[in-house]
């Protein structure tokens, strides 16, 4: 049975994702969540790519800088490459992609490490150029 996909423009879209998903996971899946609004408090919370997702405005990809997601054995963390890679000693024994950290749903999830991820996954997007503002330019930098 496919699981309803939430739009995103739901206030209550990643309560939904979480309620469609098998019980069992659910409870793993508000964890990460959790993890990363403590890790990230003034994040905008949404769906992206149909999946939760975080975001800070005026950065680039819409400042979205962490998604999680369900698949049938696993719960993946997505992040901003170089975020993985530069804490590969931290993951060793984990399934990782390039963006991608991938827990397995029958093990416990490593919260720390969660939220470790997603503070260096801000700062590798805060630390590219902030995305210039549509509609010209005013000659003007604000240095930030």
């Given at each position: 049975m496919a699981r309803r996909v939430p739009d995103k423009s739901e206030p209550d879209a990643v309560d939904k994702?979480?309620?469609?998903?098998?019980?069992?996971?659910?409870?793993?899946?508000?964890?990460?969540?959790?993890?990363?609004?403590?890790?990230?408090?003034?994040?905008?919370?949404t769906t992206s790519y149909f999946i939760p997702g975080y975001s800070y405005p005026g950065y680039d990809y819409n400042g979205m800088f962490a998604w999680f997601d369900y698949r049938s054995s696993q719960i993946d963390l997505r992040l901003r490459p170089p975020t993985i890679e530069d804490h590969k000693k931290d993951l060793a024994g984990l399934v990782v992609t390039k963006s991608v950290?991938?827990?397995?749903?029958?093990?416990?999830?490593?919260?720390?490490?969660?939220?470790?991820?997603?503070?260096?996954?801000v700062r590798v997007?805060?630390?590219?150029?902030?995305?210039?503002?549509?509609?010209?330019?005013?000659?003007?930098?604000?240095?930030?």
């Open positions: 994702y979480i309620a469609d998903c098998p019980v069992d996971a659910r409870g793993k899946l508000e964890e990460i969540r959790t993890a990363i609004k403590e890790a990230a408090p003034d994040a905008i919370e950290v991938r827990f397995p749903s029958d093990k416990k999830i490593p919260i720390p490490l969660v939220k470790r991820l997603v503070k260096a996954s997007m805060k630390d590219k150029p902030r995305k210039p503002a549509r509609g010209g330019s005013s000659g003007t930098s604000s240095g930030v």
